[in-house]
């Protein structure tokens, strides 16, 4: 399994563009997360679906942001207008709600607003 | 809410030196708990979990960690470190039965030849 694929790798951007940040599931596995990591606070958890239905957004930092889940191999982060303070990597990792439920993390997107 | 503290940021040591980091979370119930690692410029992977049995739970590159309930702890231990441990360690909490995994804010090990 090539695990959890997130496109792009880097992105970088002016203030004020859409930033759209994909992620592609472990076959199989039903529940996706999205986090953000920043030298400040860390890792966020900005949100997670399970078998393609967001269950907690509570961590969506305001309504620039917006992730869909179209169907279960394939997920989507959209920073609308983008600011200078969303710059991170964005982490999505997936697990098997039935199993442990360890999540597996991808490689990454690494998000920069000038 | 769950949360998780990890006091020590940053971490320096010598190669064959013993580790310990330390991790306190806060949840009034029971928990899975967890380790992962990033080495530089990588994704975060998986060290060792805990989710019941025996406290003392084994992980993968000679790591362990030792759930102390008493102490809300979950301490992680390498009696001999080496240059290639040089990485970021994040402990993360998770309610037994719910799925939101909470992260620390992370500790910096750097481990000198």
């Known amino acids: 399994d090539a695990g959890v694929i997130q496109s792009p790798r880097h992105e970088v951007t002016e203030m004020g563009q859409e930033v759209t940040l994909r992620c592609k599931p472990i076959?199989?596995?039903?529940?996706l997360f999205w986090y953000r990591q920043t030298m400040m606070r860390g890792l966020e958890l900005l949100i997670y679906f399970n078998n393609n239905v967001p269950i907690d957004d509570s961590g969506m930092p305001e309504d620039r942001f917006s992730a869909k889940m179209p169907n279960a191999s394939f997920s989507t982060l959209k920073i609308q207008p983008s600011e200078p303070r969303d710059s991170a990597v964005y982490f999505c990792?997936?697990?098997?709600?039935?199993?442990?439920?360890?999540?597996?993390f991808g490689a990454g997107s690494r998000l920069t607003v000038l | 809410a769950q949360s998780v503290s990890q006091h020590n940021h940053h971490v320096i040591l010598s190669e064959a030196a013993s580790l310990e980091l330390g991790c306190n979370y806060s949840?009034?119930?029971?928990?899975?708990l967890f380790w992962y690692v990033q080495y530089p410029g990588q994704h975060l992977q998986l060290l060792l979990k805990?989710?019941?049995?025996?406290?003392l739970v084994k992980g993968i590159k000679g790591f362990e960690a030792e759930f102390i309930k008493s102490k809300f702890s979950f301490n992680l231990r390498k009696p001999s470190v080496q240059w290639s441990d040089t990485a970021e360690y994040f402990c993360?909490?998770?309610?037994?039965?719910?799925?939101?995994?909470?992260f620390g804010t992370g500790t910096r090990l750097l481990v000198s030849p």
């Open positions: 993360a909490v998770r309610g037994t039965g719910f799925q939101k995994l909470v």
């Open positions: 076959s199989g596995h039903n529940s």
């Open positions: 805990y989710f019941s049995g025996d406290p």
């Open positions: 990792a997936s697990t098997l709600l039935s199993g442990a439920n360890v999540l597996t």
């Open positions: 949840y009034g119930g029971t928990v899975n």
